[in-house]
């Protein structure tokens, strides 16, 4: 009784409120006016911060960029005279920038796919009751740690030519030496090892996270049922991981299609090899704008990098999406 | 109001702050001169070098002479890391060191943008240096951009140990004698050589030789007015052509691409006999081929006399103490000084002065069988006749060529006649 009573009459009773008096009329209206202002403005307020700050860090310098694409614009010299899409025209008719989109794309899924598999395995066996647990899970993170120029240190000794450890093991064995720095495939591997090595154990981590967070008694409940560790794995790890796999493969995408410093310290000139082998499009902004001293270029292939990464991204959300779906129907 | 008009008042004060510290500073040094101690405001002077300058003693002992002073040394590994260092904060328009060391192949580029450096003009500096040095850091106009630090005159390095199991002479005057004054010769003794010692090779890469070739060359990539003649150039054809022939079909190079790990193993493992090698080489095929006997250096040069490298020291406009900067550097590089920093890394001098100084004449090199390299490099300095026209694109443009070069010497993707085709196109990219 005493619900009703109090439900009901709200809106008729505020509807016929203006023609009874004006005073608790105005009152009643400004705290109104004040709490639907704090209704509307106060959560933008709240994240404002993270919007002004992606303004400043990430809008600006967007927009800036194709500003800087529409014109002739030495580094040292400053912005030129205005040239439309000039620079665009001339980007996209050169053969260096479609070689270095295909070596990014190469390199990134020699990356990338080992990288998921073998990060999914590695928390798996993280996941399991280990001794020491902590170190090893430390332990993976290491490699990430190490800065990607003393990585490339490292691996330019393992990978060089002809005095490198990994071609002395081939030639002790009786194999042909592998020409690292010269054919294209053998070098975008080379630089998808050195990608791995740093980036594997982090990946690892954060599919360990996600294992923790799935309820025991499932797997309990796998175990009754007769499943074993292999099956447990596939059948519902694996499964209950999508969302977090989803992100994973996204984010790498992302860094993957950025790739610069791994094929950068890959040589001496950094520019990718004679014949452009591993030159990425990250690389060819690079030389473009600090070897060529020219912005107006150099702005166009970051700005048609980054229209490649929006597609990727659309692509990739969109099979996402897919999969989770299919995920919510099992 | 009131906080605006107090920030321009602020705002008035500093730039009366900055004014009369820059008129101050451009006074002293008239007063002071270059290498006298004088000024009593504690001033930090950040100086940004690469590689090896052999300045770190220097420094110590300026500051002895101006308690004022205090120097702070920022060193890149690579010239390559501290010419984009020095693009981008010259662009940026902020946070260069007070003093920049150029190197002399990315110089062009900056003498196109003489506002931002500082003229360092004095009559305490006028003929201090070799007269290409200087020139080469003049604007059309006169403007005088860096004071000439080290420079790179070239001489021959090779292996004795190699050339005696050859059966070829190994004493440093007959090794001249036989590398004879053309590349034809030097090329000539190659071939002897690797008839008798098949495992080696002569040199250790086709672009180090064309380096050395090219550096002879009056005018190699590019006309005075800017004109690109790269790829119509004759001179550069037939240099290309004759590196090449050299390195593949007589098989001279040992295929090793300078700078790279192949290229640093190679010294050990003595891949090959010979490297053109400037001053400031020694100190690298030391730490290269370290605990290897046998290198040395021959007092010759094929075709004449030739420089590769060498630096300036530059005061970027941007800088808050000009006038102590420019003091500064005109100590450094000044005869006396650059004999020690000669003495400390190999760095060789570009000063008229200190190339005739005992000090350096008497240096010997003892990594290099005792070599008498002070006298060495200052015959090779002399015999500088020939400096190059370097314009502004001389950068990518000789990238260019250098990858054309790896293409078919190191990579083996290419043949002489298609690895030129891309270089064309890289040329037209520009």
Known sequence: MAVTDRVKPRSPRRQSLPPEGTKGVRRLAFSQQVSKWDVKVSPYLYISPFFILFAITGLFPLVYTAWVSLHNWNLIGGQGKFTGLENYAFVVAQPYFWNAVGNTFSIFILSSVPQVVIALVIAAVLDANLRARTFWRMGVLVPFVVAPVAVGLIFNNLFADQFGLINGVLTAAGLDPVRWHSESVASHLAIATMVNFRWTGYNALIFLAAMQAILRDVFEAATIDGAGRLRQFFSVTVPMLRPTVIFVVITSTIGGLQIFDEPRVFDQSGLGGADRQWQTLTMYIWELGWGQRNFGRASAVAWLLFLIIVLIALFNFLIAKRIASQGGRK | ?430
């Open chain 2, 1 to 430: 109001m009131k906080s605006l008009s107090k920030f321009s008042v602020l705002s008035a004060a500093a730039a009366c702050l900055a004014l009369s510290l820059t008129a101050c500073g451009s006074s002293s040094p008239e007063k002071s001169g270059v290498n006298g101690a004088t000024g009593s405001e504690a001033v930090t002077l950040t100086v940004g070098t690469f590689n090896e300058f052999g300045y770190e003693k220097l420094f110590d002992e300026y500051q002895a002479l101006n308690p004022n002073v205090t120097i702070e040394h920022k060193k890149a590994a690579t010239t390559n890391e501290a010419r984009d260092n020095l693009t981008t904060r010259l662009a940026a328009g902020s946070g260069l060191s007070d003093i920049e060391a150029v190197e002399v192949d990315w110089l062009p580029e900056l003498l196109q943008y003489p506002d931002r450096f500082a003229d360092l003009k004095d009559p305490a500096v006028e003929g201090r240096w070799l007269d290409w040095k200087a020139e080469a850091a003049t604007t059309p106009d006169g403007k005088l951009l860096g004071y000439g630090t080290d420079s790179g005159p070239e001489a021959v390095c090779y292996n004795a140990e190699l050339l005696k199991k050859a059966g070829l002479p190994t004493e440093r005057g007959e090794v001249a004698k036989m590398l004879g004054t053309t590349w034809d010769s030097y090329f000539q003794a190659g071939k002897a050589f690797k008839a008798a010692s098949p495992d080696s090779a002569w040199f250790d890469s086709a672009g180090a030789i064309y380096q050395g070739m090219s550096n002879q060359l009056e005018k190699v990539y590019e006309e005075e007015d800017g004109t690109v003649i790269a790829t119509e150039n004759q001179q550069v054809k037939d240099t290309y052509k004759q590196v090449l022939k050299a390195s593949t079909e007589d098989g001279l190079s040992a295929h090793l691409k300078q700078w790279s790990d192949d290229w640093a193993s190679g010294f050990q493992t003595g891949a090959f006999a010979t490297t053109l090698c400037p001053g400031w080489m020694l100190g690298v095929i030391e730490g290269n081929a370290a605990g290897v006997t046998g290198w040395d250096v021959a007092n010759v040069f094929p075709g004449g006399g030739g420089n590769w490298g060498g630096s300036y020291l530059t005061v970027p406009t941007q800088g808050a103490h000009q006038a102590e900067a420019k003091k500064l550097a005109g100590w450094l590089t000044a005869p006396e000084q650059q004999i020690k920093a000669f003495t400390a890394k190999g760095t060789f001098p570009s000063q008229k002065e200190a190339l005739d100084s005992s000090a350096l004449l008497g240096q010997t090199n003892a990594f290099f069988n005792g070599a008498p390299t002070g006298e060495i490099f200052a015959e090779r300095a002399k015999a500088v006749d020939v400096t190059p026209f370097k314009g502004t694109k001389f950068f990518a443009i000789n990238d260019a060529m250098q990858q054309a070069l790896t293409r078919v010497d190191v990579d083996k993707t290419d043949d002489a006649a298609s690895s030129w085709e891309k270089f064309v196109t890289a040329v037209k990219s520009l």
